[in-house]
């Protein structure tokens, strides 16, 4: 299940395009529902009729002045696909797979009934010059909730199900238990320095994914207090409702806001950020704020270098200590080593390992259940990367998906060049960044990259070598993702220009012509996606296995590529199995003469590269064992299994370096 960010635009009035986030397995009357209750709408949500914004190019509608004056004239819907109430929202006519959203675009027209006075098409929202009373705001009934405690040295935080009830961390796992990585300690020190000590206004900015939210409603749910009481109310009514909570306070006792999911170019957020502002402002003394973002940076509205230096109180002795009215702590993607250290923890494991994939045996080597645990991570790592939300609370069929949704979102170079510079439009787009910390000393501290492996290997066979030549420029080279570049340019270049490769030993250099790369789930593969010929990528990664496959129907050819910068890798016969398995078992199934093995290496690591497999290898632990999915775990030959007369075993290079250590040359 992934979310959706549908811009929706209303037929015959006037004003902006609003966002709605839903799930795409909900179906369209779900939608209508939605966005009957963001315009407060009077009417039966199944009055309102939805068409699909797209012309028919196949292009959504631009959002701008030409559509503001279209939405205002007659619109003929016969040119838009009407949207019914039945269909699910990931139906492939509407925001299926593969379909992009784009940018600054609209993506649904809504029609609504026609108003008249004895029924007004809204509510109408109440003037502060009017008698009319404000909204009136509904507080749940008091409930006892435990103040969280935690010592130093402890790694996990166990959050009840009543500490995190209406909180909006939307989670399927109770209770919430949560790893102290050092950067989450971090920022509870920051919050207890510079906004309960201190006065300074404090912004926690990070990427989506980092564990903002959560780490805040700890920091919050933290401070004394036995009881909590909730309310809620619509984005619409923002100014009255909210300044009426504000105004609730004590004047007593310090109160601390944590305004969560502050967004520049959401008006109402801005609204809520301003109304805190005045509040906190007018009693600096009691009250504090806390802004948590996951823009990359808070704008250029916001100069915390110009602000007024105030005292650091936490000081008392050292008056040359200060902060500034407004603060900043940047919450960093986690890192491998970060998930690491976290499943060491058998507590925290137990907790999510079902969001982690299932660990695949090698029936050459018995290995330990800490191998076993860091072999699941890193599979799921490949398409998480820095993202802890993908990592622990989405399910690992569904992590894929929810990335493949942003990488449609991006429609070109420029597009994506925004999303490493943190410029992104969206926060759909946002998915996409990971942000880490270089060093105090490092020029820039910080380094902006793509989340995962997964992403930078989908957008380089989207977008072109072009992509992976920014990605160099942008923080020049870096070791730490040197393979990973290597392994997406590979991708690049078969997808624009074909690769000219040699064998070892041979200086006649041949070719792989230019094909599209389909993705395939390695436990059910179909001849819907390779056809008579084609290239395939799984969409899981092994780090034993391979990183691409060609099927050829026609010469009965199927080629296993494992690409690596490295000079010797490892070999799990358990991934070549699966494929060639579930080649036999097809209802047609090809009898392929020839199973190639290829490792791409760099021309300075062809001389080098150490195999970690031959041909008798191969043929024992592989072709005896692949054919019919019963006989998948045997070590004896299949009568249906897959055979090859001719096996070729080939170090070929792609990419030239300077030395045998240098980066790759573009």
Not at 114 to 130: A, F
Not at 330 to 335: G, R, V
Request: net charge neutral; aromatic share 10%; with cysteine.
């Amino acid at each position: 299940m992934v979310t959706l960010s549908l811009q929706c635009a209303i037929v015959g009035e006037a004003g902006d395009s609003f966002e709605v986030a839903i799930d795409d397995a909900k179906k369209v009357c779900k939608l209508k529902e939605a966005i009957k209750k963001m315009n407060m709408y009077q009417f039966p949500a199944n009055e309102m009729q939805l068409f699909l914004a797209k012309r028919k190019n196949g292009t959504w509608l631009p959002d701008d002045k030409a559509l503001d004056a279209m939405l205002q004239s007659e619109v003929d819907t016969s040119l838009f696909k009407k949207m019914r109430g039945s269909w699910r929202l990931h139906k492939k006519k509407l925001f299926g797979p593969g379909v992009a959203l784009g940018e600054d675009v609209v993506h649904v027209l809504v029609v609504v009934p026609v108003e008249t006075e004895s029924r007004p098409t809204k509510r109408q929202k109440p003037s502060l010059g009017t008698t009319q009373y404000l909204p009136e705001i509904q507080w749940s009934d008091a409930e006892q909730r435990p103040r969280l405690q935690v010592q130093d040295g402890d790694q996990l935080i166990s959050m009840p199900a009543s500490c995190i009830k209406g909180t909006g961390v939307g989670i399927n796992r109770s209770p919430l238990v949560l790893f102290r990585r050092k950067e989450l300690i971090d920022e509870w020190n920051t919050v207890n320095h510079n906004s309960i000590t201190s006065d300074s206004i404090l912004w926690i900015c990070g990427p989506p994914g980092a564990g903002k939210s959560y780490s805040t409603r700890f920091c919050l749910l933290a401070r004394s207090g036995d009881t909590k009481e909730l309310s809620s109310f619509r984005a619409y009514d923002v100014d009255e409702c909210l300044s009426q909570v504000l105004e609730s306070t004590s004047t007593e006792r310090k109160t601390i806001v944590f305004l969560d999911g502050y967004v520049a170019k959401n008006d109402q957020v801005r609204d809520a950020f301003a109304i805190c502002g005045m509040w906190c402002e007018g009693n600096l003394d009691q009250r504090r704020l806390v802004i948590v973002t996951s823009m990359p940076t808070i704008g250029k509205d916001y100069r915390i270098e110009e602000l007024r230096e105030i005292p650091n109180t936490m000081e008392l002795h050292d008056n040359s200590v200060y902060l500034r009215e407004q603060s900043l702590f940047n919450l960093f993607s986690w890192t491998l080593e970060d998930y690491q250290r976290a499943i060491e923890n058998d507590e925290f494991f137990r907790t999510v390992q079902d969001k982690l994939p299932p660990y695949r045996a090698n029936p050459k080597i018995a290995e330990s259940e800490a191998t076993q645990r860091m072999k699941r991570l890193e599979e799921k790592y490949f398409v998480a990367g820095g993202s802890a939300r993908v990592m622990f609370d989405i399910d690992h069929g569904d992590a894929t998906g929810y990335v493949q949704h942003a990488i449609a979102a991006v429609k070109d170079l420029r597009a994506c060049s925004k999303v490493l510079a943190g410029r992104a439009s969206s926060s759909v787009l946002n998915r996409l960044l990971a942000i880490y910390y270089r060093g105090f000393y490092e020029e820039p501290q910080y380094k902006n990259w793509l989340v995962s492996d997964f992403a930078t290997r989908a957008l380089a066979i989207k977008l072109g070598p072009g992509l992976l030549e920014n990605m160099v420029l942008l923080h020049r080279f870096d070791r730490s993702v040197d393979g990973t570049l290597f392994e997406s340019l590979f991708f690049a270049l078969l997808t624009t220009d074909g690769i000219r490769w040699r064998h070892q030993g041979e200086a006649q250099r041949q070719m792989w012509d230019q094909s599209t790369v389909a993705y395939f789930d390695p436990s059910r593969l179909s001849t819907d996606i390779y056809h008579n010929k084609g290239w395939l990528a799984p969409l899981t990664w092994n780090q034993s296995g391979y990183d691409a496959v060609f099927i050829d129907t026609d010469n009965k050819l199927v080629r296993f590529v494992q690409v690596t910068r490295a000079l010797e890798r490892s070999f799990n016969p358990v991934y070549f199995v699966e494929v060639l398995d579930q080649l036999a078992a097809m209802k047609t199934p090809t009898h392929f003469d020839v199973v190639e093995m290829c490792f791409v290496v760099p021309e300075c690591n062809l001389g080098k590269f150490r195999s970690p497999t031959d041909e008798v290898d191969f043929k024992t632990n592989v072709l005896s064992v692949a054919g019919a999915p019963e006989r998948a775990n045997s070590s004896e030959p299949s009568p249906r299994s897959t055979s090859a007369r001719r096996r070729s075993w080939s170090s070929v290079s792609t990419i030239s370096s300077p030395t045998a250590d240098g980066p790759i040359v573009f």
